[in-house]
């Protein structure tokens, strides 16, 4: 006699049960939450690669810049934003035509001055995306404990409108620091940055809150390279 598998043919009419139904739930809200992640991850990348290579050429065409002024850096201002404008002393302004930027009118976007995190914010507007270090170490001496203050220093670019600051020499300003290598040409900003401990501009509310990468921001060196750096402006 052939006994019905009656169990067996009940659990295939019925379907998933709640129980079943809510780990495949679980499972496929894992997978999404897991892609989600990874996209997340590759697209912070990818947006820091695009910084370091924008901070990479603004090394080089401020080299091109050195090369056609006899030796002399631009003066500027510390906080540089990507916006042109014609009469500011400022690295977007005189290196916007080393960029491409031939007759650009005032108000024109320069993207390689505008840090991911510059661009993501809101109200950053009117504000400074990159932070020029003005001054650099030279040694031995006493270290003041902040890396946009040292002690003692040589100025890097000509300062506008400060007595004693005309425009310095690219040779006379790398042969007078420590090392190229060490010295950072500028950086990304954030209301953390350390250079904001003594000094509060006025545009500093506009300025993106944390870290450009989340856990570091980038800064240009020198020596023409570009690396991470933690919130204290440490090498990473």
Do not use: C
């Amino acid at each position: 006699m052939k006994f019905r598998n009656s169990h067996k043919e009940d659990r295939r009419q019925r379907g998933f049960t709640l129980v079943e139904m809510m780990i495949v739930v679980v499972i496929i809200a894992t997978l999404l939450a897991l892609g989600f992640v990874g996209l997340r991850t590759l697209k912070d990348k990818a947006s820091a690669a695009v910084d370091a290579n924008d901070m990479r050429s603004i090394g080089v065409t401020l080299a091109s810049y050195v090369a056609d002024h006899n030796d002399r850096l631009p003066t500027t201002m510390s906080g540089i934003s990507p916006t042109y404008r014609k009469d500011a002393v400022s690295l977007s302004t005189v290196l916007a035509p080393y960029l491409g930027y031939e007759n650009p009118e005032d108000g024109t976007f320069i993207p390689e001055f505008a840090a991911a995190s510059w661009q993501k914010a809101t109200k950053a507007e009117g504000a400074p995306s990159l932070l020029v270090h003005q001054f650099a170490y030279t040694g031995p001496g006493k270290w003041t404990g902040n890396p946009m203050r040292p002690d003692p220093y040589t100025t890097t670019f000509g300062y506008p409108g400060a007595s004693g600051r005309e425009p310095k020499t690219w040779s006379g300003v790398m042969s007078s620091m420590t090392s190229s290598a060490s010295s950072l040409v500028l950086s990304e900003i954030d209301k953390e940055h350390p250079e904001f401990k003594v000094s509060k501009p006025s545009w500093l509310s506009l300025v993106p809150e944390g870290m450009a990468h989340g856990n570091y921001r980038l800064g240009l060196y020198w020596d023409g390279h570009v690396g991470k750096l933690d919130i204290d402006l440490n090498a990473m």
